[in-house]
């Protein structure tokens, strides 16, 4: 169980969780900033959650990241959930005190900062595609239409959960929604986010490649050490340039350090530390 040291302790927690990069992106932060932080990765399954939060917090405790498959559950534990975070109906960090634990989250936040600060793409006046309506979606919808965006679409395999998602959102800007085979060819976007599991389930894309066109810019909010296979699709169909979410993980996890310890870690070198090869990161049209 969680054990009382001097240095204020974070950590992450989900099931699985032997694959999370987090204990090691929020030491480099702390190195950088000069901060004594103890950064755990905890295994917790759904019956230990409401234990192993308030356990943590009775040690101490300062700050937790949640992961999948805790991000809605957890909710349940925590006395304020800020406004992303209803809006996204999902937490990913716990700002834990004496008195309190607040639940915020900073996925969207961190796809954004991914997408405007490190590739430069103002999400303004742009025309976007989100593929796939589970929870990854609900976590960006509210701060992409933040970004006053032309118009979203979100496109679902199965087309009434497309449409029970994009309910949530009241917005002055459009946001429409559709089965992947309702698509058709006329429809122009100049972004595509791939946030379906075909990229953690292995599977293969069955998406039309119509959606793309030449000035198109695919983000896959999974990660990999190699480029993922949506990458790879979207280049083989000409997209300019094509993303895979190792800024957002660590975007969403400096907007997190930032929340704990009011300090926001410099994010740009990073991915280097952490050995992974930029090459990877991001496939460009030849
Ligand atoms: P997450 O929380 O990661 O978004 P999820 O809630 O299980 O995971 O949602 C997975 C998404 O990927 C869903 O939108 C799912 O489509 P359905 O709602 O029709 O199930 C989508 N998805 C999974 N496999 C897919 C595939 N082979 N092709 C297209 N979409 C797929």
Redesign the pocket.
């Known amino acids: 169980m969680v054990q009382l040291i001097s240095a204020d302790q974070y950590g992450v927690i989900g099931d699985p969780i032997s694959h999370s990069q987090s204990p090691s992106i929020h030491k480099l932060f702390a190195q950088q900033l000069g901060h004594s932080i103890d950064y755990k990765a905890y295994h917790v399954s759904e019956n230990q959650l409401e234990s192993f939060i308030y356990e943590f917090r009775k040690k101490g405790g300062r700050g937790l990241n949640i992961t ?1 498959p805790h991000k809605t559950t957890a909710l349940k534990y925590v006395d304020i959930i800020n406004p992303r975070a209803k809006e996204a109906d999902a937490i990913n960090t716990l700002i834990i005190d004496e008195e309190k634990i607040i639940g915020d989250n900073t996925d969207g936040i961190g796809l954004i900062n991914d997408l405007e600060i490190n590739f430069n793409q103002s999400l303004k006046n742009k025309r976007i595609l989100i ?7 609900l976590g960006i919808l509210s701060p992409l239409l933040k970004r006053e965006p032309k118009n979203i679409l979100v496109a ?3 087309a009434s ?1 497309a449409k029970i998602v994009t309910s949530k959102f009241k917005s002055n800007f459009s946001l429409d929604a559709c089965g ?1 085979n309702e698509l058709d060819s006329e429809q122009i976007f100049d972004i595509i986010i791939n ?4 990229g ?2 292995k ?1 293969s894309i ?2 039309p490649s119509f959606i793309i066109t030449e000035n198109t810019v695919c983000y896959d909010l999974s990660y990999s050490y190699e480029p993922t296979l949506f990458m790879r699709w979207s280049v083989e169909n000409k997209a300019k340039l094509a993303i895979q979410g190792w800024g957002m993980l660590i975007e969403q996890a400096a907007a997190s350090y930032c929340l704990w310890r009011d300090k926001k870690p410099n994010t740009s070198s990073i991915l280097k530390q952490l050995n992974i090869n930029a090459s990877s990161q991001v496939l460009r049209r030849l």
């Open positions: 999948l593929l796939g309506a589970g929870g990854a979606t679902n395999r199965t959960k992947i946030a379906t599991s075909i953690i389930t599977q069955n998406f």
